[in-house]
């Protein structure tokens, strides 16, 4: 059974950096796009980065692009999302996805993590 598990939240001040990271196990990703999405209290789930485990083509929505970088480590099976430069409308909680599509619109995900609580004080 595949499992996504996220780590590495917190608070941290405006302009300051967190590195989320999604351990992922119990399947066969090579197949897959994986990426990050975020909420925030009283929003929708958002996207925000995707990369294809295969062949490391990545895509960002445009709030986190030259801030945000994504990355994978397909020998450990580990998603990461570097986020610099941070804004409290980056406040949400980051959730890890893993799906056949991730995008802004029309993303079909198979699985989910938990969630990671991200907090940018002002």
């Known amino acids: 059974q595949v499992q996504l598990v996220e780590s590495g939240g917190g608070l941290v001040q405006a302009g300051g950096s967190l590195r989320l990271s999604c351990a992922a196990s119990?399947?066969?990703?090579?197949?897959?796009?994986m990426g990050w999405f975020r909420q925030a209290p009283g929003k929708e789930r958002e996207f925000v980065a995707a990369?294809?485990?295969?062949?490391?083509?990545?895509q960002y929505t445009d709030s986190v692009k030259g801030r945000f970088t994504i990355s994978r480590d397909t020998a450990k099976n580990t998603l990461s999302l570097q986020m610099n430069s941070l804004k409290p409308e980056d406040t949400a909680v980051y959730y890890c996805?893993?799906?056949?599509?991730?995008?802004?619109?029309?993303?079909?995900?198979?699985?989910w993590g938990q969630g990671t609580q991200v907090t940018v004080s002002s």
């Open positions: 119990g399947g066969t990703f090579s197949r897959y796009i």
């Open positions: 990369i294809s485990w295969s062949m490391n083509l990545k």
């Open positions: 996805a893993a799906g056949p599509r991730l995008a802004a619109t029309g993303s079909v995900i198979e699985y």
